[in-house]
């Protein structure tokens, strides 16, 4: 899709009912923002804990399959939160978010943030060594992925402050 229809698909979307509705109503927006923002820090939280149990600095006593067990709980709640809150927000200023090149590299960001939690759920499951709950069990590559994750996070965040101001 090029810019011009990128542009015409956002002057169509805002002249739904549905964007319409969100414009006119000024609590709507707000509202979504926080929820947003709480699924920002449920999965940002979480994704950090997983990576401090992968440099060892977290729930030592568990493996890090255990570890990312129990938080996928939160993690995909809070992506389907931030999904329909995302939505709400784009259907609302779509202009303001689609038309956006942070917005863009942000949503490239955070897809590959998915892949490589993914990924490294993937190599934790293949666990089955003794010393599963020891730093030695946890991989040279899962540590580089869970830099690469932590620094995607952090990047992520920057992107979504950094909309407002592009």
């Keep these: 899709m090029n810019n011009a229809q990128l542009l015409n ?25 926080i929820i ?8 940002g939280t979480t994704l950090l804990l997983v ?10 006593e568990k493996s890090l399959n255990q570890t990312i067990v129990r938080f996928q709980a939160v993690i995909t709640p809070a992506l389907i939160v931030l999904l329909l809150t995302g939505s709400v927000l784009i259907i609302g200023e779509p202009s303001r ?11 490239i960001l955070l897809l590959s943030a998915i892949a490589i939690f993914f990924w490294i759920k993937k190599i934790s499951g293949n666990e089955n060594r003794k010393d599963q709950y020891s ?19 952090v990047l992520i965040i920057f992107a979504g402050r950094w909309i407002a101001y592009t």
């Design 9 to 33: 698909f956002c002057t169509w979307l805002e002249d739904t009912d549905l964007s319409q509705a969100i414009q006119v109503n000024d609590w709507i927006v707000p509202l979504v923002q």
């Design 36 to 43: 947003h923002i709480f699924a920002v820090c449920a999965v």
């Design 51 to 60: 990576g401090m149990k992968i440099f060892d600095r977290f729930m030592v």
């Design 97 to 107: 978010s689609l038309a956006n090149w942070v917005f863009q590299v942000k949503m």
């Design 135 to 153: 730093s030695s069990a946890i991989t040279s590559n899962q540590k580089i992925l869970a830099s690469l994750l932590l620094i995607n996070l």
